[in-house]
């Protein structure tokens, strides 16, 4: 009986010792295994986030390179906006305006508007800040050339529509039909007066013509004579406007009266021999603020080159 309760015995400490050894044993293989599961996921993780960073920094990298390529080629474009504009500059200094006889557009008007704050303070410290600023600093230049430009262009268009109207009404056509002109008694300039006998400035051109040929207006205006002056004997006067005044004297009838309004070829009146002459023909003068100067000026002169001049 004794033996028997010590056998009972022995198997209770005996199976106590196997499920202590057992649980120890069961922990520290759970511990490993936790630490190692622990372990591989961190390497896991930090790898994977290692690689993930890289890729990020790959892509931001050819996000970058690529956004340096879309500047540059920006700069391109505006190199070229640059070369057309400064050729624009020169054709507006160098032909319109010289057409128009009005003085190139000052350098400083040009210019008008750079410099001042600094607007660019706020790339500072960004990354490639210098590409940044100095895009920005041409794209505002060029934009504010462009603006200038545009001004000039305004003012050349409004300076072509009043030359335009100008060229209108100034005596810019022949007085007589070329066929009733039958020569050039006297030019512009210079002569010995064929009734005065002494030399004098002949104001005009006088056109040797039929009695009762027809005499035109060489511009449009407002006729402001229309009668009897002295040694132009009947005689008629047009204001073009703009200081141009034409003069057509001698006539044997005027058919125009003051205050009329006339346009390029109308009537006027016909050719005669009235006040100091000495035969039938037209005196035709142009006169600009109050002086006299060549008529033939303002009309193709080889409409008379093959007319004889004394």
Same mark, same amino acid.
């Given at each position: &009986?004794?033996?028997?309760?010590?056998?009972?015995? +022995?198997?209770?400490?005996?199976? +106590?010792?196997?499920?202590?050894?057992?649980?120890?044993?069961?922990?520290?293989?759970? *511990?490993?295994?936790?630490?190692?599961?622990?372990?591989?996921?961190?390497?896991?993780?930090?790898?994977?986030?290692?690689?993930? /960073?890289?890729?990020?920094?790959?892509?931001?990298?050819?996000?970058?390179?690529?956004?340096?390529?879309?500047?540059?080629?920006?700069?391109?474009? &505006?190199?070229?906006?640059?070369?057309?504009?400064?050729?624009? /500059?020169?054709?507006n200094d160098n032909t319109y305006r010289r057409i128009l006889n009005v003085e190139a557009m000052p350098e400083s008007m040009k210019k008008a508007g750079f410099g001042g704050v600094n607007p660019?303070?706020?790339?500072?410290?960004?990354?490639?800040?210098?590409? *940044?600023?100095?895009?920005?600093?041409?794209?505002?230049?060029?934009?504010?050339?462009?603006?200038?430009?545009?001004?000039?262009?305004?003012?050349?268009?409004?300076?072509?529509?009043?030359?335009?109207?100008?060229?209108?009404?100034?005596?810019?056509?022949?007085?007589?039909?070329?066929?009733?002109?039958?020569?050039?008694?006297?030019?512009?300039? &210079?002569?010995?007066?064929?009734?005065?006998?002494?030399?004098?400035?002949?104001?005009?051109?006088?056109?040797?013509?039929?009695?009762?040929?027809?005499? &035109?207006?060489?511009?449009?205006?407002?006729?402001?004579?229309?009668?009897?002056?002295g040694g132009y004997g009947k005689c008629v006067k047009v204001d073009h406007g703009y200081g141009y005044v034409s003069i057509y004297a001698h006539m044997s009838k005027i058919k125009v009266k003051?205050?009329?309004?006339?346009?390029?070829?109308? *009537? *006027?009146?016909?050719?005669?021999?009235?006040?100091?002459?000495?035969?039938?023909?037209?005196?035709?003068?142009?006169?600009?603020?109050?002086?006299?100067?060549?008529?033939?000026?303002?009309?193709?002169?080889?409409?008379?080159?093959?007319?004889?001049?004394?």
């Open positions: &009986m004794q033996n028997s309760t010590y056998r009972l015995y +022995a198997d209770d400490e005996k199976a +106590a010792k196997t499920k202590k050894s057992f649980a120890k044993v069961f922990y520290k293989s759970f *511990l490993l295994k936790f630490l190692f599961v622990a372990l591989s996921s961190f390497v896991f993780y930090s790898f994977s986030a290692h690689i993930v /960073q890289k890729k990020e920094e790959k892509q931001l990298d050819s996000e970058r390179k690529n956004l340096i390529l879309q500047f540059e080629l920006l700069n391109k474009r &505006m190199s070229r906006a640059e070369r057309i504009l400064f050729k624009i /500059q020169e054709q660019y303070g706020k790339y500072d410290g960004v990354l490639n800040s210098d590409l *940044l600023i100095s895009t920005a600093k041409r794209i505002d230049i060029l934009s504010k050339k462009l603006a200038v430009q545009s001004k000039s262009f305004d003012e050349i268009i409004e300076l072509a529509k009043a030359r335009e109207k100008k060229l209108a009404v100034i005596p810019s056509v022949l007085p007589l039909k070329k066929d009733d002109v039958q020569k050039v008694g006297s030019p512009f300039g &210079m002569r010995k007066h064929p009734i005065l006998r002494v030399r004098k400035m002949h104001k005009g051109i006088d056109l040797v013509a039929k009695r009762g040929a027809k005499i &035109m207006s060489s511009g449009e205006g407002v006729v402001i004579k229309a009668g009897r002056s003051e205050g009329q309004k006339v346009k390029h070829g109308d *009537l *006027l009146g016909l050719v005669g021999s009235t006040g100091r002459s000495t035969g039938p023909h037209l005196h035709y003068e142009v006169t600009i603020d109050g002086k006299a100067v060549d008529p033939e000026n303002f009309f193709d002169s080889k409409l008379l080159k093959d007319k004889q001049r004394k």
